[in-house]
C-alpha cells in the first residue's frame, strides 16, 4: 500500500472513531470515547476566568434580571 | 498596563479546582453562539434557568470554551436585554420606544414593507444578517426575500470567509476545511486563533504541533501564534498578495509542485509561470519587508513537509488584493496535490440525507431579471449572482445543488452599493432595511454612510438582544432569543459535512423569540404562509432530517456531532465544479466577467503625508465578538475600554503615554481611543479595535448612539476605490494610512 493510501485508510478509521466516540450510546462506541480520551489529552491554554468561574446562583442571575431598566 | 494583553505564555499549566464539579444538576449540550465556531459546551441548569457553561464531556472537544461563553448566562440575563417588541414613537434616533405586541408589530411591519413593494418594487427592500448570531435563519430569509423579488442581502461575511468561500470556487468550485488531525504542516495568514477566539481552532493547531506538524505564521505582530511558530514571517500590512506570489516562485523555481496533478488537473499553469515571474524574491521583499531567505525557507517547508494546510483568515480577506490573494492560497493548495486529501483539504461537500440551508433558501424561485438588479453586480460582481452564475452547472453536475451557498457568502449583494442605494437611491431606491442580529451601522466600512442610509430608510427593522447603536435607528426593534434557549441544529454554514445540535437549556424571556419564527412570523405578513409550512423549528429541523429516519430530539439526544462517511479525491469521480472540470489557475470565470484571470499585485496609492502611520482593524478583544459582549459587567472589568495598540517606537516617536486618550484619524473620518503600548507590535503600525460602543452611555442620537458615533472603528474605515478590492468591492482593513493626535491639541 502507498504511503497516500495508509494516510486515507488511517484517516477514516480516525473518522469513524470521533463518530462513534460522540455517539457514546453502545459499548463500542463507549471503547472509542475512552480510546479517545486517552489520545487526546493535552494540556491547552484555558482561560483562568474558564478554569476558576464557579457558575451562577440562579437566585442572583434572577436579582440582576429584574435590576433597574431605561427600556420600556 | 491599561488594555488587554495580546501575549500570553504558550506553556500554562492548569490547576482544575475539583469543586467546579457540581453533581445532580441538569445538564443540556448546547453549542456556543458566543462567536461564529459553535463550540460544543454543557449547560447547567437550575430552577429552570442555565447557571453555568462548561467544556464539553466529549474528548473531541475538551477545552473548546472560553470567557465570552462562560459568561453567557449573565449576558443573558442583564437587565437591559430587549424582551418584547419595542416601536419607535419619536422621530429616529430619539431614543423614545413604546412596547408593543408581536402581532401589531408584525401586522404594521407588514403592511409598511407591501407598500414600499409596491411603490419601488421588491427590491427596494435589503437585509442585512449575521448567521451566528441569529442561528435559525437556516435560510429562511432568503427564501422569503427570493420568493417576494429582492436580491439585497448582505452580511459581515462579505469580508470575513463568505467572501473567501465564493473566491475559492472560482478555482476549484469549492472552499475546502483544512483537515487539522492529520496535517503536517499549516500556515496560518494573520489570522490568530487563541484561548478565547476560534478555540476549537487554536487548539486543533497545538494538538497537530503536538503531533508533529510544523507552523508558519505570517503575521505583522508577534502574535500568540507568531510565538508558537516554527517559522514566523512579519509582512507590512495588508501585502499578503505579494508574499503568495514569492512563495509560489521558490515553489515553481525549484519544482516542489506535485506535477501529476498539474498535468491532470489544472488548467492554465504555463499563464500562473509566467505571471509569477513577475515576482522575483527581490521585488517581493522590497514590498513586504520580509527577507528573502524567510520567504524561501517558509515555501518550502510548505511544499515539502505536506500534507499542509492553509486555514482560513479574515486577514486575506480584507485587503486591496483580497481576491488575488484568495486565490494564490488556493493555487497553492492546488498545485502542492493538498485538495482533497487526508491532512490536506477537505472538500466534503452537502450531507447526503440532511437537506442542506442551500435548498431552503430557494435561489431558483428569484427570476433572472431581480438576479440582475443585485447591487454591485456590474461593478465588484465576484461573490454576487452575476459573478458566481457561471459556477452554476458545475456545481450540480459535482455538488448536487446549483446554489452550494458556502458560508452564507456566494450569492450576496455589495454592502457599500447597498448602502449607497439606501442614502442616495443610485442606482434605485432601498427604503426598507431589516438588521438581524447585525449591528450593521458598526460592522461595514464607513459608517457615516451607513448612518446616512438609515437616517433615509422608510422602515428599518432589527431584532437584537441589545439596543445596539444600529437598533436606535429602528422604527421597531424585536426581541430575539439565545442560544440557550433554543434548539438549534449548526450545519458548519456549508463549509464542512458536519451537523452538529444544540438542545434547548431554557425558556427565553419575555417575548423574545427565535430568527426563524420571526421569518415565519414574516411569510405570515406578507400573506406567504405557504412558504415556512413547518409550525415550529423542531418541525423543520425534523423536516430537514427525514432522510436520515430519525427527528431532531432524538438526534441530539444520540450525537454531539454527526457525518456521513469520508471520502478523499472525489474530483477523480465528478472533477472539480469549474467551467472546465479542473483547477482553473488561470480562471475562466473571472475574466469572462472582464477581470483579470491570472492573480496580480496592486500596489498602494501614493502615500499622503498626513497620514504616516499605517492602522489595521477587525482584530477582537478576548472578551468581545464583533461589537457585543460590552454589556457583561466581569468582560467590561477585563477590557473596560478601546485600546489602540502600539509600539514602544511609535510611541515615543508620537510622544505618547499608555493610558493616554488620544483620536485616530484616516481620510474618512475620527474616532477616540486609550493608547496602550505593546512591544508585539511593528513600529508604523497601529491596531484599532474593532466594533465599540457603550451600552451603558446615553442612547439615541443626541447620546451619539451609545458613544458608537466617538468609538467606532467603522468610521475610519474607507469604501473609495483605491481601498476596495476590484472584483469583490470590499474594504482594505489593513495598512490604511492614519494619524495619532493627542485630545488636547484637536478641536
Known sequence: MTAHGRRERFARFAFWMAKRASRNRNPVDRICRWILDRLLKTEFQVDDMVVTHPGFDAEELERYERGKSRLP | ?747
Not at chain 2, 283 to 303: K, N, S
Not at chain 2, 606 to 615: A, G, K
Request: hydrophobic share 40%; with cysteine.
Open chain 2, 1 to 747: 498596563m491599561p488594555g488587554p494583553t495580546t501575549t500570553a505564555p504558550v506553556e500554562q499549566k492548569r490547576v482544575m479546582d475539583p469543586s467546579r464539579q457540581r453533581h445532580g444538576l441538569a445538564t443540556r449540550r448546547v453549542l456556543c453562539a458566543s462567536c461564529d465556531i459553535a463550540c460544543s459546551v454543557v449547560a447547567e441548569v437550575q430552577q429552570g434557568r442555565v447557571t453555568r457553561i462548561r467544556s464539553s464531556d466529549n474528548p473531541l472537544f475538551r477545552d473548546n470554551i472560553c470567557v465570552k461563553g462562560v459568561m453567557a448566562p449573565k449576558s443573558f440575563a442583564h437587565p437591559e436585554r430587549i424582551r418584547h417588541p419595542l416601536k419607535r414613537v419619536g422621530h429616529r434616533g430619539s431614543g423614545r420606544w413604546e412596547r408593543v405586541s408581536w402581532d401589531d408589530a408584525m401586522a404594521d411591519i407588514g403592511a409598511r414593507l407591501k407598500r414600499i413593494i409596491a411603490d419601488h418594487g421588491p427590491e427596494a427592500w435589503a437585509v442585512s444578517t449575521s448567521q451566528w448570531n441569529t442561528g435559525t435563519d437556516h435560510g429562511l430569509g432568503r427564501r422569503l426575500m427570493n420568493h417576494v423579488g429582492s436580491p439585497n442581502w448582505i452580511s459581515g461575511v462579505a469580508m470575513c470567509a463568505g467572501n473567501t468561500a465564493a473566491i475559492n470556487r472560482f478555482t476549484y468550485g469549492w472552499y475546502p476545511w483544512p483537515d487539522y488531525d492529520n496535517t503536517r504542516c499549516i500556515l496560518l495568514m494573520g489570522h490568530n486563533p487563541h484561548k478565547n477566539s476560534w478555540v476549537p481552532i487554536h487548539n486543533a493547531i497545538r494538538r497537530a504541533q503536538k503531533n508533529g506538524a510544523k507552523l508558519i505564521v505570517v503575521d505583522p505582530r508577534r502574535s500568540e501564534n507568531a510565538e508558537a511558530a516554527d517559522l514566523w514571517l512579519a509582512p507590512k500590512a495588508g501585502t499578503d498578495g505579494a508574499l503568495l506570489f514569492g512563495l509560489l516562485r521558490v515553489i515553481l523555481d525549484e519544482r516542489l509542485y506535485d506535477q501529476a496533478f498539474v498535468d491532470r488537473w489544472t488548467v492554465g499553469f504555463d499563464d500562473l509561470v509566467e505571471r509569477v515571474g513577475e515576482f522575483p524574491l527581490d521585488r517581493v521583499a522590497a514590498i513586504t519587508g520580509c527577507g528573502a531567505q524567510e520567504i524561501a525557507a517558509a515555501a518550502r517547508l510548505y511544499a515539502t513537509h505536506g500534507p499542509s494546510v492553509i486555514p482560513w483568515t479574515p486577514i486575506t480577506d480584507m485587503q486591496r488584493n483580497s481576491t488575488s490573494a484568495i486565490r494564490l492560497q488556493g493555487i497553492l493548495r492546488a498545485i502542492c496535490g493538498y485538495l482533497d486529501v487526508p491532512g490536506g483539504e477537505g472538500m466534503h461537500g452537502f450531507h447526503p440525507r440532511i437537506v442542506p440551508e442551500s435548498v431552503v433558501e430557494m435561489h431558483e424561485a428569484l427570476p433572472e431579471a431581480q438576479k440582475a438588479k443585485q447591487l454591485g453586480a456590474d461593478k465588484y460582481p465576484a461573490f454576487t449572482y452575476r459573478g458566481q452564475a457561471a459556477l452554476r452547472g458545475p456545481a450540480r453536475r459535482v455538488w448536487g445543488y446549483e446554489y452550494p451557498n458556502q458560508v452564507t457568502g456566494c450569492f450576496m449583494a455589495n454592502p457599500t452599493a447597498v448602502f449607497n442605494a439606501m442614502a442616495d437611491g443610485d442606482p434605485y431606491p432601498v427604503k426598507a432595511f431589516f438588521a438581524l442580529g447585525n449591528n450593521a451601522l458598526l460592522s461595514y466600512a464607513n459608517l457615516p454612510l451607513i448612518q446616512r442610509a438609515l437616517m433615509n430608510q422608510d422602515l428599518v427593522v432589527v431584532q437584537e438582544h441589545m439596543m445596539t447603536p444600529t437598533a436606535q435607528l429602528a422604527d421597531y426593534v424585536l426581541p430575539g432569543d439565545s442560544w440557550l434557549e433554543r434548539p438549534w441544529m449548526f450545519d458548519a454554514f456549508g463549509w464542512i459535512s458536519l451537523h452538529k445540535p444544540s438542545q434547548q437549556a431554557m425558556e427565553p424571556p419575555g417575548e423574545c423569540e427565535s430568527t426563524w419564527q420571526f421569518w415565519k412570523r414574516m411569510a405570515g405578513a406578507l400573506d406567504m404562509d405557504e412558504l415556512v409550512p413547518w409550525d415550529n423549528l423542531r418541525e423543520f429541523y425534523d423536516w430537514r432530517l427525514e432522510k436520515l429516519g430519525i427527528d431532531f430530539e432524538t438526534f441530539a439526544e444520540t450525537y454531539d456531532v454527526h457525518a456521513d462517511k469520508l471520502e478523499f479525491r472525489k474530483y477523480e469521480r465528478n472533477g472539480f465544479a469549474t467551467p472546465s472540470g479542473k483547477v482553473e489557475l488561470r480562471s475562466s470565470v473571472l475574466e469572462d466577467l472582464g477581470f483579470d484571470p491570472l492573480p496580480y499585485y496592486r500596489p498602494d496609492p501614493p502615500r499622503d503625508p498626513d497620514y504616516p502611520l499605517d492602522m489595521f482593524t477587525g482584530v477582537r478583544e478576548h472578551e468581545y465578538f464583533q461589537t457585543g459582549g460590552r454589556h457583561v459587567p466581569e468582560l467590561r472589568k477585563r477590557t473596560p475600554e478601546p485600546c489602540l495598540f502600539i509600539s514602544p517606537g511609535t510611541a515615543a516617536r508620537q510622544g505618547l503615554a499608555a493610558g493616554e486618550w488620544v483620536a485616530v484619524e484616516t481620510a474618512n473620518g475620527r474616532i477616540e481611543v486609550m493608547v496602550a503600548i505593546r512591544d508585539n507590535m511593528p513600529d508604523g503600525l497601529v491596531r484599532v479595535p474593532h466594533g465599540w460602543w457603550k451600552p451603558e452611555a446615553d442612547m439615541g442620537l443626541d447620546g451619539n448612539l451609545s458613544q458608537a458615533l466617538k468609538l467606532s472603528d467603522a468610521i475610519l474605515c474607507r469604501d473609495d476605490e483605491d481601498f476596495m478590492d476590484r472584483e469583490q468591492g470590499i474594504p482594505h482593513l489593513k495598512g490604511v494610512p492614519c494619524r495619532i493626535v493627542p485630545l488636547e491639541s484637536t478641536s
